[in-house]
C-alpha cells in the first residue's frame, strides 16, 4: 500500500517536473519543448521528432510506468496528432479561409471556377482573349489574315512582347513579321512583298498547326459569326442602349460639344429620338447625374456602341469611354474644346483632335463598324449593315410597330366592322347595334377622319372591280331572265316552256283557231 502511495506521488511530481538532461543534447531538447509549448495554429503539424520528444518529457527518467499513465499518455498524443496518417505532409495541408460564421472555405473550391480553356462557342470569353492582344507594347498590328482576332478565335491570348500562348495546351509562339533583333532591340526589316506573303502564309498555318496534337482548339475553333451583336429584339436592344446612355450622362463634363462629333450622313439623331418608346428616359428613374433634358451627344455615343470605362481597380474612369466588344478605350478629352465662346458658339481654344468619329474610332473587327461582322448568315437579303444601322433599323420597325398597335386599338372601339359592308340593315338589327356601339365624339371623329375617308375610298375601289367582274359573266339570256323576273305579277322563277304557253291561252283564243 505505502508503495503505491509512493508511486502516485512521484507520479504527480514528474507531471510538470523537466528531466535531467545532458549538456550534449541541452540545445535539442529546447527545442523540442519551445516547439511543443507554443500555441497551435492551423499550419503546424507536429513531426517524429516532436512526439518522441513529448513521450519524453511525459516520461521522465525514473519514474515507473502503470497502465493509467500509458492510457494518459496515448490520450495526449492523440489529441496533439489530430489522428495523423502516415501520408499526410506539409504540402498535402489544404488551407482553408476562415469565416465569421465558423465555416470553413476552401480555396480549392474557389481556384475552381476559373475560366474555361477550351469553349468554342463563348462569346465572352473571345472578347477576354482579344483583350490581352490591345496593348501596342505588347502586340503590333498585323496583316489581316494573322491579326489578333484570328488567333484569338484558335485559343491563343497574348502572353509578352510578340509572344501568343494557348490557353488549352500551353504551347507558346513568337509572332514576328519583317522584324528583327540588334543589340537587344527591335528594328524593322525592309523585305520584298514575295518574302512578306511567305512568312503571313506560314503563320496562318501556325495559328492550326502549332497546337499540340491532342489540343481541342487544332480541331475546331470559334465561328465567324460569334462577335455578331443580338440586335434584333427591341426589349433588350432599349435596355442596353439606355443602360449605356446613363452611363455616359455620369461623365457629361467631360463629354465633347456636338460640334466636335462627325456623324454618319444616315444617323438622323432627332428622328431616333422621336422614334424611341415616350418612357425610354424616365423608366426605370434615370439616375441624379442625367441632365434634365435629353443629352445628344450622349445619346450619339451610345447609339455607336460606347459606353462609360470602369477600371475594376480604380473604378470609374470619368474622362474615358470604352468598347464593350472590341475593348477600345477613348479619351473624351482629347476630342472636347478647351474654350468656347458661349453667346456666339465659337471656339477659342480647339480640341487637341480635330474631330470625333464615333464609328471609326472602333477597330476593324468591331461589328459597330464591321459590317461583315454583323452580318448574319441566316438572312435572306445579302446587304449588310453594321451594327449601329441595325440598331437604328430596330428602333423604327419598333416605333411603326407601336404606332400600328396603338391605331387598331382605336379601330376596335370606335369602328364598326360591318359598316362598310353594303347590306340593307333590319329595324331590330340596327337598333341593336346603335345600343351596343356608342357613336365618336368630335375629337374622335376629327382623329379618325383620315382613315375613314381613305377606307370609304378603298371600299368603293373594290366594289367598281366586283361590277366589272360581274360584267364579263352577264350574256343576253342572262338579261332576258331578269327582265322576266322583274315584270309584276310573275309567279315563276323559271323561263316559259311550250306546254306551259299552251296552258296559258284563254279558251276563247283557243276556239277561235
Known amino acids: 500500500m505505502n508503495a503505491t502511495k509512493r508511486k502516485f506521488n512521484a507520479l504527480l511530481q514528474g507531471i510538470g517536473a523537466r528531466p535531467i538532461q545532458s549538456p550534449a543534447l541541452d540545445g535539442q531538447d529546447n527545442d523540442a519543448h519551445l516547439s511543443i509549448n507554443r500555441p497551435s495554429t492551423p499550419n ?49 495541408v489544404v488551407l482553408k479561409k476562415w469565416t465569421p460564421g465558423g465555416n470553413a472555405i476552401s480555396p480549392s473550391k474557389e481556384s475552381r471556377t476559373g475560366s474555361p480553356k477550351y469553349c468554342p462557342g463563348d462569346r465572352d470569353e473571345l472578347i477576354r482573349r482579344l483583350g490581352t492582344f ?71 498555318e501556325l495559328i492550326i498547326d502549332a497546337h499540340q496534337e491532342d489540343c481541342l482548339w487544332r480541331k ?63 423608366e426605370p428613374p434615370p439616375p441624379s447625374t442625367n441632365p434634365p433634358s435629353v443629352n445628344d451627344v450622349a445619346l450619339a455615343l451610345a447609339l455607336a456602341g460606347w459606353q462609360g470605362l470602369t477600371n475594376p481597380r480604380v473604378g470609374a474612369v470619368p474622362n474615358s469611354a470604352t468598347c464593350a466588344t472590341c475593348l477600345r478605350r477613348l479619351g473624351l478629352w482629347m476630342f472636347k474644346s478647351k474654350e468656347v465662346d ?31 461582322v454583323q452580318h448574319n448568315p441566316g438572312a435572306r437579303t445579302t446587304d449588310n449593315k453594321t451594327a449601329w444601322e441595325v440598331l437604328a433599323q430596330t428602333i423604327k420597325n419598333h416605333a411603326y410597330l407601336r404606332t400600328q398597335s ?53 371600299d368603293k375601289e373594290r366594289w367598281v372591280r366586283l361590277r366589272r367582274v360581274k360584267s364579263l359573266f352577264d350574256t343576253k339570256n342572262g338579261r332576258k331572265l331578269r327582265r322576266t323576273l322583274s315584270r309584276p305579277g310573275t309567279a315563276s322563277s323559271r323561263p316559259p316552256t311550250a306546254h306551259s304557253r299552251q296552258q296559258s291561252v284563254p279558251p276563247e283564243t283557243a276556239g277561235e283557231k
Open 44 to 92: 503546424s503539424i507536429p513531426t517524429t521528432d516532436d512526439i518522441s520528444t513529448l513521450s519524453k518529457t511525459m516520461n521522465p527518467p525514473g519514474i515507473l510506468s502503470t497502465p493509467s499513465d500509458l492510457n494518459k499518455r496515448r490520450r495526449v498524443l492523440d489529441s496533439t496528432t489530430g489522428n495523423k496518417t502516415p501520408g499526410t505532409t506539409i504540402s498535402n
Open 406 to 458: 396603338e391605331k387598331s386599338n382605336l379601330r376596335s372601339v370606335f369602328h364598326r366592322p360591318a359598316a362598310s359592308v353594303p347590306v340593307t340593315p333590319s329595324k331590330g338589327v340596327q337598333a341593336d347595334a346603335d345600343r351596343r356601339s356608342p357613336l365618336p365624339g368630335p375629337d374622335m371623329v376629327d382623329d379618325d377622319d383620315e382613315d375613314t375617308s381613305a377606307r370609304d375610298a378603298k
Open 134 to 204: 490591345q496593348e501596342l507594347t505588347e502586340w503590333t498590328p498585323k496583316p489581316d489574315k494573322v491579326n489578333e482576332i484570328e488567333w484569338a478565335k484558335r485559343g491563343w491570348v497574348c502572353q509578352g512582347k510578340e509572344r501568343v500562348r494557348c490557353t488549352l495546351c500551353a504551347k507558346e509562339l513568337i509572332v514576328k513579321i519583317n522584324k528583327r533583333e540588334v543589340d537587344g532591340k527591335e528594328v524593322p526589316v525592309l523585305a520584298g512583298s514575295d518574302i512578306e506573303e511567305a512568312f503571313v502564309k506560314r503563320f496562318v
Open 342 to 372: 458661349e453667346a456666339t458658339g465659337q471656339i477659342l481654344v480647339p480640341a487637341p483632335m480635330d474631330y470625333l468619329d464615333p464609328v471609326r474610332e472602333h477597330r476593324f473587327f468591331c461589328p459597330w463598324r464591321n459590317a461583315t
Open 220 to 282: 475546331r475553333g470559334c465561328d465567324d459569326s460569334l462577335l455578331r451583336l443580338p440586335l434584333a429584339s427591341p426589349p433588350s436592344a432599349l435596355q442596353s442602349l439606355r443602360q449605356r446612355y446613363d452611363d455616359l450622362c455620369a461623365r457629361r463634363s467631360f463629354l465633347p460639344y456636338l460640334f466636335n462629333l462627325r456623324l454618319p450622313a444616315n444617323l438622323d439623331l432627332k428622328a431616333i429620338k422621336s422614334q424611341l418608346t415616350p418612357t425610354f428616359f424616365t
